[in-house]
Every structure is written in C-alpha cells, then in structure tokens.
C-alpha cells in the first residue's frame, strides 16, 4: 500500500480483483505484447528491497505502492503479437503479481523447453535461485576439491544447491539453517557434511571452531551480520568469500557493523559480491549440467509451496522469518 520500514507484514499489501478487464488482446494488436495466464510466483529475499524507497543500497527499481509486486514467475502464453512468442509456449522471468498478465516488456523472460520437470522448478533450481549457486559457487568461490566449505541459510533456495554442488566437488561442507527441520534435510536429504541451528548456538565462534578446527577455505555468505563476523575469524589464508546476499540485514534500517574486516588483509582473503542477472549469458550452460543431474537423480530439490493467491503475501514475507522450508513458491494456478 505504501512504501515500508522495518519487518513486512501482511498487511501492507492487499490482494484485489477486476473484474472488468478483458482478457484479450487489442485486435490487430502490433506493439509485441504477450497475454499469459500465471502459474507460480516466487519469492525471493531481494524483494524486501524494493518495498522501501530507494536507497544507495538500492540495486533495483521500488516497487510502485498501489501497483502489482513484480518477481519471477512462470506462465503460460495465452496469446502473443509478439514476434518472439507464440500463443501456448511456457516462460519464467518477471511477471506482475496478478493471476493473468498483459506483458510489454518481455526482456527478462526465458522460454521454457524442457518440460519433464515441475514447472515449478523455474522459480528456483531450474531458474533464477538454481543460476545464482551456480554462479557463486563454480565463478566466485574458485573452489578446489578437498576444500572446506561454509554455507549459511543453507536449506534455502541458494542455500541447498550450493551444499550440493559443493559435495558433488567434492569439499567438505557445512551448512547452518534455523530450525531442527532443516538441520535434518541438511544433512539427510542434501547430503551435507555436518549442520547446526545456529539458534541454538551461544557462540558462533565455538559452533565454527567445533565443525572446522582447521578453518574455513570458503564461506557462501546469505545472511550477513554476527554470522560473517564470526567467520572472517575462521577463515583460511587465501580463503575466499562470496557475497551473495545479507537476509539478516534487509530489515534493518542501518547495516550492523561488521568488526573483524582486517582478517581480510592479515589472511588475504577474496571477499567478492555478485549479481546473478550479470551472468545470465551462463544459462544455457547451466541447464546442459543441472539437467542431467536432476534426472539422475544427483541432486535432490525442496520446495515449500503453498496454494493460492491470497496466501502470497505471508508466504513473501516468512522468508524473513525462516517459515519456508526450502524454496518458497506460490501455486497460483495448476494446469
Ligand atoms: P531462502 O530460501 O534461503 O530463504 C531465506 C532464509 O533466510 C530463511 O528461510 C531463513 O532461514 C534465513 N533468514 C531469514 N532471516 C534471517 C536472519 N535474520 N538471520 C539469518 N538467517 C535468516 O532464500 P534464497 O535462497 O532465495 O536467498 C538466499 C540469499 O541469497 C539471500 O540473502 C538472497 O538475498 C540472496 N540472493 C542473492 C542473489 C544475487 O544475485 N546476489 C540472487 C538470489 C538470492 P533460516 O531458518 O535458516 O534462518
């Protein structure tokens, strides 16, 4: 409704109805619009971002208060006088919140070939999300196999494939995630090494030194704060850092400060942020290996769905609290 401060609630978006628009292309329509029926949304932590005004941190346009939140779906093309898409194909990229959409700008949007997987899967491992531990796991953590590695918000979206490719590498890897659910698919269903509720831990510090008496070579940062403080302290020399993304900071209206920088220099350590939509050119790279090792069944996938319209908002808005037990999708509808 306005833009926000602070934690979301759900009562700063409302969900609303026209039941005057048709669902039709102007006749003889030539300005390249697409009409599709929407079939999931994803949420994605980078959206809190855009419910404030923009700031310097700002990477990414606000949303406009009053209008549709836009974020990566998929869809189905109804009908199209684009010359790129054809009435029926099936897509993923950033589509408006609403049930059916008229879409001019279509420069964010992939179309979906492969089809014997859920289609629900290009919101996470197969689209956005699945590209990003790509990216920072094989580009920006320069991994080498035997190496150690730390993920944080690891049952997550990012968080879980990262643990796998990292495995699959063949490092050694340990995730922390909030609750004892997690905990569990971490090192039961993901195959982590080991895994802690870092809840449940007075001192990160000691949680670190338990799970790495050598230190760690790579750290695959989600969350920010007291979490990177405490690794910087247990880094490796010539460890590397990938910056991908800081959740725990996203409420906050001042970044906490971070003490223990200087481990940057005293054991040379590359700390690197990145932007997945820098390195979308990599995609179809990324299906050719992701694919197969879906179908192989070498790596496994979590998905927390709910259904439903209605309930995307407190879906959005408990990944800020750690309600979403692996992906978080929203089921608008089933075809
Ligand atoms: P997740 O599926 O991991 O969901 C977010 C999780 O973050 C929650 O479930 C919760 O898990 C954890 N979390 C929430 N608040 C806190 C907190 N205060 N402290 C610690 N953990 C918290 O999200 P994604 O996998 O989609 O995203 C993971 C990270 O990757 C985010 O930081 C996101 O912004 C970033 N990202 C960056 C991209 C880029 O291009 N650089 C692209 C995509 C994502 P738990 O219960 O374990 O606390």
């Excluded at 997987?117 to 491992?125: D, N």
């Excluded at 997690?182 to 895994?195: H, Q, R, T, Y």
């Excluded at 192989?296 to 259904?307: A, M, N, P, R, S």
Aim: contains cysteine.
């Amino acid at each position: 409704k306005d833009y926000i401060n602070g934690f979301p609630k759900t009562s700063d978006m409302v969900v609303t109805s026209d039941a005057t628009i048709h669902l039709q292309l102007p006749v003889n329509d030539d300005t390249g619009l697409i009409l599709t029926k929407n079939l999931y949304f994803s949420c994605d932590p980078y959206m809190r971002s855009r419910m404030s005004r923009m700031t310097e941190r700002s990477y990414i346009n606000s949303f406009t208060p009053g209008s549709p939140i836009i974020g990566y779906g998929v869809a189905r093309v109804l009908d199209s006088s684009h010359p790129d898409f054809k009435k029926g194909e099936l897509i993923w990229g950033l589509i408006n919140w609403e049930e059916y959409s008229f879409i001019k700008d279509t420069s964010s949007l992939m179309k979906i070939e492969h089809t014997n997987v859920p289609l629900s899967y290009y919101t996470g491992i197969l689209g956005m999300p699945g590209m990003t531990a790509y990216v920072g796991f094989y580009n920006i953590c320069s991994p080498k196999k035997g190496e150690t590695v730390f993920v944080s918000a690891a049952s997550g979206a990012v968080g879980q494939l990262v643990g796998q490719f990292a495995k699959l590498y063949g490092c050694y890897v340990v995730g922390s995630a909030g609750s004892k659910e997690k905990v569990d698919l971490l090192k039961n269903k993901f195959g982590f090494d080991e895994a802690f509720n870092y809840k449940e831990e007075p001192d990160l510090n000691v949680a670190l030194k338990r799970y790495f008496p050598n230190g760690i070579d790579i750290y695959f940062e989600n969350v920010g704060g007291k979490t990177l403080d405490e690794v910087l302290r247990n880094m490796r020399p010539h460890g590397r850092i990938a910056v991908c993304g800081m959740i725990s900071q996203y409420n906050l209206d001042q970044s906490e400060g971070t003490h223990n920088l200087f481990m940057l220099v005293s054991k040379c350590i590359r700390m690197e942020g990145f932007m997945v939509f820098e390195h979308y050119h990599l995609y179809p790279k990324f299906l050719e290996m992701i694919l197969p090792l879906i179908h192989e069944g070498k790596i496994t996938y979590v998905e927390d769905t709910v259904e439903g319209f209605e309930n995307a908002p407190a879906a959005l808005i408990g990944l800020y609290n750690g309600l979403n037990v692996g992906k978080q999708v929203v089921a608008i509808a089933r075809e």
